[in-house]
């Protein structure tokens, strides 16, 4: 069982920026990806950004350009780092940790943490 806990959401103003980390209770290395995921009221759950323990990433269109994932395997981190936030990015953003073996595959979810953009 893989815990899971983020830090790092707030209130920023529209253009600025916000660093969330994830804290994992084991070695990231032996996980297969690990992502950021948001959901903002009345909407699905959305992959944001997503890392493999190779290192490739992959980003959500509307933020590519301006969010960053990248993974500390000696810290067992993941972070994300937000920059040139707007208003739609306002959500719940919660990480994950995916494992899969063949065909099977868990995830591990995270408690979430806000981040609210202002205009």
């Known amino acids: 069982q893989v815990q899971l806990v983020e830090s790092g959401g707030g209130l920023v103003q529209a253009g600025g920026s916000l660093r969330l980390s994830c804290a994992a209770s084991?070695?990231?290395?032996?996980?297969?990806?690990m992502g950021w995921y948001r959901q903002a009221p009345g909407k699905q759950r959305e992959l944001v950004a997503s890392?493999?323990?190779?290192?490739?990433?992959n980003y959500e269109d509307s933020v590519k350009g301006r969010f960053t994932i990248s993974r500390d395997n000696a810290k067992n981190t993941v972070n994300l780092q937000m920059n040139s936030l707007k208003p739609e990015d306002t959500a719940v953003y919660y990480c994950?940790?995916?494992?899969?073996?063949?065909?099977?595959?868990?995830?591990?979810w995270g408690q979430g943490t806000q981040v609210t953009v202002s205009s």
């Open positions: 994950n940790a995916r494992r899969w073996t063949g065909t099977t595959i868990r995830d591990y």
């Open positions: 084991e070695s990231i290395f032996s996980i297969n990806a």
């Open positions: 890392i493999t323990n190779g290192g490739s990433t």
